[in-house]
């Protein structure tokens, strides 16, 4: 089995204080690097041709993915020997698996998102701060085959360790555009015919999701956990979306509005002909 020789045993070895720096968002952005932490996440990591630089593996846990670090080997993805206390303070759970995987984030742009025609379902994460949130957004956005995630200036980073374990590991499956700003990404939707739908509880005149046309090529916008959708995107809403509530309750998190609306999205243009244009609003393309 391709594993290195010679075990890791402290802090300073290169490979350690790199995974050590990648557990701040400061210093994913400047490796440009994240974790990817057990077996599971690591495997889809291989099934989805994700870049792995290498995975560290506390020694306790060698003999434990025997397949695993074959598929690895295979794919010429270094793995290194760690003593076990050294692997603790690198592992992000209370009952770490023993495996974690340094590799290199996305770079998914506006121009790879729009390079072979026009997106269908784009998800647009308005300075989200939550990466539990952000995580489930991932995880239903990719479940209901939206084109990409686009996150606005000012979001909480989506190769948050928490945010990837929310995602469900959808965080290496669905493409995502990081750091938007909002006036240049309204022009963006504008000209590739994708009508601005905003998800707002609140709103005078919202309707619900079940009374919108989301058949239409659309880019739905999730405002930020406390305040919402910024006054300048709403500006240019075509439609808002508000989900019923009961008497006395004012608003749903943020995820789980998102997936109810999603998953309408889905239901419309799998399960269900197009809305009677007469009692449903659209986006127009």
């Known amino acids: 089995m391709g594993v290195e020789a010679g075990v890791i045993t402290s802090l300073d070895n290169p490979k350690v204080k790199l995974a050590r720096s990648l557990k701040s968002r400061r210093g994913r952005e400047k490796a440009g690097r994240f974790l990817l932490e057990g077996p599971k996440f690591i495997a889809e990591g291989l099934d989805y041709g994700w870049p792995i630089q290498y995975v560290l593996v506390a020694e306790a846990k060698l003999a434990a993915y025997g397949q695993l670090l074959e598929r690895l080997e295979a794919s010429g993805i270094p793995m290194v020997r760690v003593r076990d206390g050294i692997f603790n303070v690198l592992s992000d759970t209370v009952h770490s698996q023993g495996l974690i995987a340094v590799a290199n984030k996305s770079r998914a742009s506006w121009d790879s998102l729009v390079a072979h025609g026009r997106p269908s ?165």
């Open 121 to 285: 379902l784009v998800v647009i994460g308005d300075r989200l701060q939550d990466p539990g949130n952000l995580g489930t957004i991932i995880r239903t956005a990719a479940a209901v085959g939206a084109d990409a995630l686009i996150l606005t200036s000012g979001s909480c980073d989506p190769f948050n360790e928490k945010c990837v374990r929310a995602s469900a590991g959808a965080v290496l499956r669905l493409p995502i555009v990081e750091g938007e700003k909002e006036e240049e990404l309204a022009g963006k939707l504008s000209r590739a015919g994708l009508g601005l739908a905003i998800s707002a509880p609140q709103a005078k005149g919202a309707l619900p999701p079940w009374g919108v046309d989301l058949l239409r090529p659309t880019a739905l916008v999730l405002g930020n956990e406390g305040q919402g959708v910024s006054p300048y995107l709403m500006g240019r809403a075509e439609v808002t979306i508000g989900i019923p509530l009961a008497e006395g309750l004012e608003s749903l998190n943020v995820a789980t509005a998102a997936s109810m609306i999603l998953y309408e999205a889905w239901r419309q243009r799998h399960l269900a002909p197009a809305p009677d244009p007469s009692h449903a609003a659209g986006c127009t393309a």
